[in-house]
């Protein structure tokens, strides 16, 4: 389109002010900072335009127009301001406030409300009205959110968004006129993972967050920002605190990473910081095998001691860590370093992957892409993934894709469902057939691509229609995708569905994306805290034991961090085993878990989300800091200063940061200097036994111990949905 | 459950409109699902019509709710709508609705007793012209007066 005629100049307020074709007044005032009241529209969602409130006068109409729903035209003049403009701003005003209860001092929207403000702006000083009001019966919208719908002044931006965002159209509109209520009609509890997001949509206090409800008035919170630490999107959040407790999660407009949303999980998971089962003191076990409450000083005098004793008598090799994959950046960064110091590549944080043989030549598990371009895609084909429950707001992004006519297909066990259409599926519980099958379609349709060791595989699979069709749309996209998720970096194959998805993806000239686990763990993969890589993508002179091997030998000496090892691996009970087998355990734990306080020699007390500054490296690369919020519950210490001690303690160099800053400016001057090279990924050269077997995708609220402690997330209807299993691997 | 019958009803009303557009038969396939259950749908009546034209449940809650003329509650066999608009208030619909009240023992929105009738207090009927007015069924009874509407209930016993 000719952009010189797609400007127009409208005047706005007497000011004349550039702007598209099409745009509508609303945003072109938005975009040049002038303020138009409103409660209906919103920038994330469609025009409805049934508030009314930002009617504004325009040259030649007869009557006021929404601003929201008038496209601008050339040579317009418009005025927000004019006597007729504010005449029925404050008429729409006075409307909105027939029914709405004047209880602004017990409403918990109090402070922070779109209608209290408006009232303020635009409203008269009394009101004409003396009937009584209409009273809605309380909802019961699940453990959540929280409905005083007598408050709702009917903007229907929550229906828009169940619609429109969450993609499962459950509130709507019924009844009709003075009856009409929004509701879901049915009793139900919200079952959307993004349903905590309509609270901060309501411009009124009908929709409120029912964990946070009546706990404190927003002018009393000190906000500060963060990252949400359970999934590898790295949505930003504001962490609003009061008295040094966390109050409650809200977003942070970031558009290149969560645009306005956040996922329930992001949302409500604070709740877990003040379960009982947090480990606030440092402990020793003593000579009766019980855990003793310590100082600070003994008990990493106890740590550092046992793990020299360990290397010392059996060498560095028989110690080996385990830590949480959402821990920062900093904190693995240090704790490879204290490791390799004592002479140990055993660390690990691919807690739930099972199989590691094919590790050496896959690249970090990243995007490959940024989010946003998510949105551009053409064809996208999700390989082994429940990704709407993985990563919400990734998933969010291929949602706008299909909707906007990508073609996305799955490669699935059966039962995963997603908001979003799907142009082919191939439903399956073995996925290297049907991986074979979609690669050995694209040769038969001459795709050429570096199939060594696959050739095999390849030329014996059975190409069915719904292969064909995936392969068809992967390679007719002019921008594709092949987005490798849990499911499948979990499989007891994960080597070869790596090669067979990325010998897919580079013979459709597809971006590869790989997703795994936790908030960090191209962070830990880029820090060094695996055993097959140094910091930076370094090589190491002999690799360490993985995350299977540890479980397998139960090394002598065990440093864990952040770590529930029956929930937080695959193993689960195989790794429980494992850690009591070790001789000597160290845990940095947050919460005491039966496991960790049952075998543990030395317990330090570690920070939780909110209580320690880090980084975590997202999954399109970009490095997020964040400070700490609150103070670290009674005596537990942030992980890099409890590792930079060891350190110290364990006579190591290098151990002797200032902050957590000098720390990240270190790994990530390592990095920097490695981001030249680019990953590598080469196709496999042994295939070992190709037969395949599914896991199943880590249910949403159990992914890690803030969300499997966090009580409201654990009474909504998708804590309990059925969760795809399939295949005998676990 | 609908019925056989009914799905056959609906599916013609289906065919009415383009193939990705089923769910514009909504208000046809509420009204059939309504004939058949006499006179009122329930839940999952609700659901069930919105799972058979794979549109999501609250969408049918929505237009169900908002036209009068879905009931949500079970109704008398015939279910007597009396116009109370401007028209007909003009032209005593207050004395018609009291008639009906007394001789049915019955307020709005009620059934007597035998399940014979209900009441129902609706808006303009399009037929201001012969105001007081009345429907039932499908049919409109016009000039209302006290004997008109003994001699229109005495038929609709006997038609039963």
Redesign the interface.
Known sequence: MDTQKDQVTIELNDTRLEARQGQMLIEVADANGVSIPRFCYHKKLSVSANCRMCLVEVENAPKMLPACATPVTDGMKAWTKSPKAIAAQKSVMEFLLINHPLDCPVCDQGGECDLQEMALGYGGDTSRYTEGKRIIKEKDYGSLVSTEMSRCIHCTRCVRFGVEIAGIPEIGGTGRGDHMQIGTYVQKALSSELSGNIIDLCPVGALLSKPFLFSARSWELKSVPGVAPHDAVGSNIQIQTRNGKVMRVIPQENEAVNEIWISDRDRFSYLALDSEDRVTQPMVRNSDGQLVETDWQSALEAAVNGMKMVASTDGGGALGALASPSSTTEEFYLLQKLMRGLGSNSVDHRLRQQDFSGQSDQIAPQLGTTLQQIEQQNAVLIVGSDIQREQPLLSHRIRKAALSGAAVSTVNPDGIEFNFPLSGEVVTDQLTPALSAIARAMVDMGMGGDLSGLSALVADANVEPAHQAVAESLIGGEKAMVLMGEIAYRDQNQAVIYALTGAIASMSGATFSVLTEGANALGGLLAGAVPHRDTADATVDSVGMDVASMVDMAPKGLLLMGIEAESDLAAGPAAADAIRKSEFVVSLSTFADSVTMGKSDVILPLAAFTESSGTFVNAEGEWQSFGGAVAPKGEARPGWKILRVMGTMANLDGFDYNSSEDVLSEVRGLCDQAETEKWSWSALSDLGDASSCTVASTPIYQVDSLVRRSEPLQQTPLAHAGQATTGGAE | MISEAARADIDRWVEKYPEEQKQSAVMAALRIVQDENGGSIT?EMMDEVAAYLDM????V??VA??YSMYEHKPVGKHKLCVCTNISCMLRNSKGVVDHLQEKLDIGFGEVTEDGMFSLKEVECLGACVNAPVMQVGEHYHEQLNPEKIDRLLDELRQES
């Open positions: 839940t999501p449940p609250i969408n809650y929505e709710t908002f």
